[in-house]
């Protein structure tokens, strides 16, 4: 339809003319110059398939017919298939008429896939902290082998990773676990060994010694998880012999006193052969050989009869005899071609005389920068979490049935009251697969949109921009992007080096006026010249004399931002100087809170990109 305007247009000119000779000519010439237009596009099915029959014209490989074909199918672009391949071709062949300096803004589908590096957060090794771990931060902490509720736990998890994970690698992520009270605990027994298997058989190895058909593995059956072994194949109706252990790790008992064991088991089909069923413990086991070990048989006397699937819970089985040492328990199973029990453990826990009191199991994410230092804005669901959700918390995981994204939007809401709009998380759960997967960690990417926090959908809606050149169109290089707190954060970091007196609890500054707390630029005089943060420059100025000051060191601090967030920026694409479009909060000296936006041009090439204002600051209305 442009086509036709334009033509219907030349002729009106040829036909209305009164100037039969120069007047004619003139208006031809200017005719011919370039036709520029702005156009807004917003794709459908139809043209992702126009786009693939172009591409297909004019690209003739096996390769790129793939490429096309892939395009449309999936009616829309993804990593590998590139925009800039594409909407060229389209823009070319839709608006012919358009020339030199046009520009359009198209909106189109993108497949962003699987997003690698949450696969970083998922299969990051985990770090358990010891009892020693608990001992060298202090006596206090030591004695109840968990952190108490208020204290700062991230002051202390940096230094007991250094000690214990050794030469890292740059970029390195560990999930750190540890335990920590719900309130403040008392003195009486604690727990310093627990395994519920949940999902799998934990900390615990199976030792096959007879009978390959069957050994120890993780099973759950009514919201219960547990370890079993039977020797009883019910697909063949027959019981075979079989010995079997299940060995715990190396439990240390160096500190300890008045230690005891407790066990919540079934045993079922026994036939009052008690001696097929064992609980020993053994101070020689080399984590290896089972049978070369030296093991001692525990005396229960609160056990199943063997008749039924009751749970039992035992008594406390007394292991003071074992204070001081390093133990492994071990549990022997066996069965004959007459008599195979089944034999399930609910939990195992061993005790000491100490500190007592419902504990949270939290983990935390670190990274490996030089230091090990806390990922920002990353969570894992705690076990007293995963309880205050009510369903999840039967078994400590979501699945297909108890879906993670109905729970974790409110669980993010409640652990980031003071979120902005474009803000960012990512949280880590257990999800039950199923099958021989069983429990896993899975991670997502949540983005706050004003009032909710969503989960990132894979298939997303983006808008990029195209001009022209005079001979084709490109890509418009041009980054767009609001500020969040990474990006105040790293002004904040600036300010650290240079003005540190100017620093407000590690996250805001009083220089520029950045603050990675509140997401903006606080630039109300009273905090320059009253208070702690007053300073000297400012003494003196008039009113506007210290407003024109403030907005100055806001855009040295965008500035100082853009060199730090983008170092190996370039000063053109395909000939299209490259842009930096920043929108930013600020807090006003009358107390609103409105947006600005300021362009600046990159002038230098990375490394150690440099920039110019353009233009702005222009506020939103």
């Known amino acids: 339809m442009k086509k036709i305007i334009f033509l219907l247009g030349l002729i009106g000119l040829i036909f209305t003319a009164c100037d039969p000779t120069d007047s004619v000519y003139d208006d031809l010439d200017a005719a011919k110059a370039p036709y520029n237009e702005a156009v ?10 126009d786009m693939a029959r172009w591409y297909k014209s004019t690209h003739q490989t096996t390769q790129d017919s793939a490429l096309a074909d892939e395009l449309k199918d999936k009616k829309a672009f993804s990593l590998g298939l590139e925009t800039d391949k594409f909407i060229p071709l389209y823009l070319g062949n839709t608006y012919l008429a358009l020339n030199k300096n046009s520009s359009a803004k198209v909106t189109f589908r993108f497949d962003e896939g699987r997003k690698i590096y949450l696969d970083d957060f998922e299969e990051a090794d985990v770090y358990t902290l010891a009892n020693t771990d608990y001992a060298a931060v202090d006596a206090k902490v030591g004695e109840a082998k968990g952190f108490y509720p208020n204290d700062k736990v991230d002051q202390y998890l940096p230094e007991i990773l250094e000690g214990n994970i050794k030469d890292p690698e740059e970029g390195q992520m560990v999930r750190v676990s540890y335990k920590q009270f719900v309130e403040e605990p008392v003195i009486g027994k604690t727990d310093i060994f627990v395994e519920e298997f949940s999902g799998d058989l934990g900390a615990f190895v199976s030792h096959n ?57 079934v045993i079922n089909f026994l036939k009052g052969e008690t001696g097929l069923i064992k609980v020993n413990v053994s101070t020689d086991f080399d984590g290896a050989d089972v049978a070369g070990a030296t093991w001692t048989e525990l005396v229960i006397q609160n056990k199943p009869d063997g008749t039924n699937y009751t749970y039992v819970e035992s008594e406390e089985v007394d292991l003071s005899a074992y204070d001081g040492e390093k133990i492994y328990l071990g549990f022997h199973y066996q069965s004959t071609t007459t008599t195979s029990p089944t034999w399930q453990l609910d939990w195992i826990k061993v005790k000491a005389v100490g500190v007592s009191g419902e ?10 920068k030089g230091s090990w230092k806390a990922v920002e804005n990353a969570y894992v ?33 409640s652990k980031n009251l003071f979120a902005q709009e474009g803000d960012t998380a990512v949280i880590a759960y257990n999800y039950y697969y199923g099958g021989s997967t069983g429990t896993k960690l899975a991670a997502d990417r949540y983005e706050y949109h004003g009032t ?16 022209h050149n005079g001979s084709a169109w490109f890509f418009d290089p041009t980054v767009s992007f609001t500020m969040g707190k990474d990006d105040f954060q790293m002004i904040v970091d ?17 220089y520029h006026g950045a603050s990675a707390w509140y997401s ?22 008039t009113a506007d004399e210290i407003q024109a000051k403030i907005e100055e060191r806001v855009q040295e ?52 990109a440099g920039f110019e204002l353009v233009e702005g600051p222009v506020e939103e209305i």
């Open 452 to 467: 909710v926090w969503a989960k990132t959908e894979e298939i997303l809606e983006k808008t990029e921009q195209y001009v």
């Open 40 to 49: 807004i596009v917003d794709f459908v099915d139809d043209d992702y398939a």
């Open 381 to 413: 669901v705690s076990s007293k979490e995963y309880e205050q959700m009510g369903d999840p918390g039967y078994r400590g995981n979501f699945s297909s049935s108890v879906k993670p994204e109905n729970y974790l939007p409110q669980l993010l809401a």
């Open 520 to 541: 903006n630029f606080d630039m109300r005089h009273i905090k320059r010249t009253n208070g702690d943060f007053a300073q000297a420059e400012y003494d003196g100025l």
């Open 209 to 265: 010694l007879v009978g390959d058909n069957q050994q120890w593995r993780a099973s759950d059956y009514n919201d219960i998880d547990y370890a079993k072994m039977s020797g009883f194949d019910s697909d063949l109706g027959e019981a075979f012999e079989n010995s079997d252990w299940l060995v715990s790790p190396q439990i240390d008992l160096t500190n300890e006193a008045g230690v005891v064991l407790q066990i919540n088991q």
């Open 359 to 368: 504990t949270n199991v939290r983990n935390n994410f670190y990274e490996y």
């Open 557 to 608: 601090g965008v500035l100082i931002m853009l060199k730090a967030k983008f170092p190996e920026a370039v000063t053109q694409v395909n000939g299209i100087d490259v842009n930096y479009i920043v929108r930013y909060k600020v807090y006003d000296n009358d107390l609103k809170k409105p947006y600005y936006s300021v362009t600046y041009k990159c002038t230098k090439a990375g490394p150690s």
């Open 494 to 510: 600036a300010v650290k080096d240079t003005h540190p007196e100017l620093i407000d609890r590690g996250n805001s500054e009083y």
